[in-house]
């Protein structure tokens, strides 16, 4: 009886200490999808514990009581949700159901007799699901910190869903392989893509290359921002990245960026090339929507 009440206080004080970090720490905004990814799943985790203690205390004597409990947690994870929105993290009707799917694994542990078959292979099937996406993600990083010199060539779709921006595989224009990146953008003040995060460790290279085509028949200018993981935390001061514009003429046009004039870009510091998250490339005041294609990015070592 000791024992169980000992182990009882213990896991109600590690949920106390636990339940703040739904609204303070965890993953910065920077860290690689995997890890965001894998810090959600903690919700499973977290109910999964809390519904079994609730078990354990007021044990579940009929399907009545255990209804009770999955709307207590619906409502308790919507609360949750509601107040992360207003402190500065995104509402997640994904993580409600994670948390439901963590207490109806707990009442099967404490109460099948009262679960019926069906709901229990629900949430089998979501946590199976869930893993899988994390896996998928888990690989997805792997490769794209991995792949240098590529940055992107388009030949897959995996990464697809790292980019900012109304952009998909295409086959109209290619330079290499079978595929290229075609990007839908809007008339606007600024129109473009955004990849991030991005392969990290640009050290060692002196060139960033892509190839890029303009649709149209007149010059367009094409700025190309690139910025490290310090700046993404910081204000995002346009003096702390690299911001240059460049001349797209008609057809395709082979860029070619200095990585030393990319170090050196921040006013009052070296960008940390071995931390780069981002690459953007937009057009300021475009006055018509237009196709942009992307092709072969990578880095180089050959002095351009």
Same mark, same amino acid.
């Given at each position: 009886?000791?024992?169980?009440?000992?182990? %009882?206080? *213990?896991? +109600?004080? @590690? &949920?106390?200490? !636990?339940?703040?970090?739904?609204?303070?720490?965890?993953?910065?905004?920077?860290?690689?999808?995997?890890?965001r990814?894998?810090?959600?799943?903690g919700?499973?985790?977290?109910?999964f514990l809390?519904?079994?203690?609730?078990?354990?205390?007021?044990p579940?004597?009929?399907?009545?009581?255990?209804?009770?409990?999955?709307? %207590?947690? *619906?409502? +308790?994870? @919507? &609360?949750i949700? !509601?107040?992360?929105?207003?402190v500065g993290?995104e509402f997640s009707?994904?993580?409600m159901?994670?948390?439901?799917?963590?207490?109806?694994?707990?009442?099967?542990?404490?109460a099948r007799p009262?679960?019926?078959?069906?709901l229990?292979?629900?949430a089998?099937?979501?946590?199976?699901?869930?893993?899988?996406?994390?896996?998928?993600?888990a690989?997805?990083d792997?490769r794209?910190?991995?792949?240098?010199p590529?940055?992107?060539?388009?030949?897959g779709t995996a990464?697809?869903p790292y980019?900012q921006?109304?952009?998909?595989?295409?086959?109209?224009?290619?330079?290499?392989?079978?595929?290229?990146?075609?990007a839908?953008?809007?008339?606007?003040?600024?129109?473009?893509?955004?990849l991030?995060?991005?392969?990290?460790?640009w050290?060692?290279?002196?060139?960033?290359e892509?190839?890029?085509?303009?649709?149209?028949?007149?010059?367009?200018?094409?700025t190309?921002?690139?910025?490290?993981?310090?700046?993404?935390l910081s204000?995002?001061?346009?003096?702390?990245?690299?911001?240059?514009?460049?001349?797209l003429?008609?057809?395709?046009?082979?860029?070619?960026?200095p990585?030393?004039?990319v170090?050196?870009a921040?006013?009052?510091?070296?960008?940390?090339?071995?931390q780069?998250?981002?690459l953007?490339?937009f057009?300021?005041?475009?006055?018509?929507?237009?196709?942009?294609?992307?092709d072969?990015?990578?880095?180089?070592?050959?002095?351009?």
């Amino acid at each position: 009886m000791f024992k169980t009440l000992r182990t %009882s206080h *213990l896991l +109600v004080l @590690l &949920l106390l200490a !636990l339940t703040p970090l739904f609204f303070v720490g965890g993953p910065s905004a920077i860290a690689l999808p995997v890890i965001r990814y894998g810090w959600n799943l903690g919700h499973i985790l977290f109910f999964f514990l809390a519904t079994g203690l609730y078990c354990h205390l007021r044990p579940i004597t009929g399907w009545q009581q255990l209804s009770q409990v999955l709307v %207590s947690i *619906l409502a +308790v994870s @919507l &609360l949750i949700e !509601l107040i992360q929105s207003q402190v500065g993290r995104e509402f997640s009707s994904q993580d409600m159901l994670r948390n439901l799917v963590g207490s109806t694994l707990a009442l099967f542990w404490r109460a099948r007799p009262h679960l019926h078959p069906s709901l229990i292979s629900f949430a089998v099937l979501l946590v199976l699901l869930d893993l899988s996406g994390f896996a998928w993600t888990a690989h997805t990083d792997w490769r794209i910190q991995r792949q240098a010199p590529l940055i992107e060539d388009f030949e897959g779709t995996a990464a697809l869903p790292y980019w900012q921006g109304a952009i998909k595989q295409s086959q109209d224009l290619v330079i290499a392989g079978r595929y290229s990146g075609q990007a839908a953008l809007r008339a606007g003040a600024f129109s473009g893509v955004s990849l991030a995060p991005i392969l990290a460790n640009w050290t060692g290279y002196t060139g960033l290359e892509m190839q890029v085509h303009n649709p149209g028949n007149r010059q367009l200018m094409l700025t190309i921002r690139i910025n490290d993981r310090a700046h993404e935390l910081s204000a995002q001061d346009y003096a702390d990245r690299y911001n240059h514009s460049i001349a797209l003429t008609p057809g395709w046009n082979k860029i070619v960026v200095p990585l030393s004039q990319v170090q050196s870009a921040p006013a009052t510091r070296a960008m940390a090339m071995d931390q780069i998250y981002r690459l953007s490339l937009f057009f300021a005041q475009l006055d018509q929507p237009m196709r942009l294609t992307l092709d072969d990015i990578r880095l180089s070592s050959n002095q351009p």
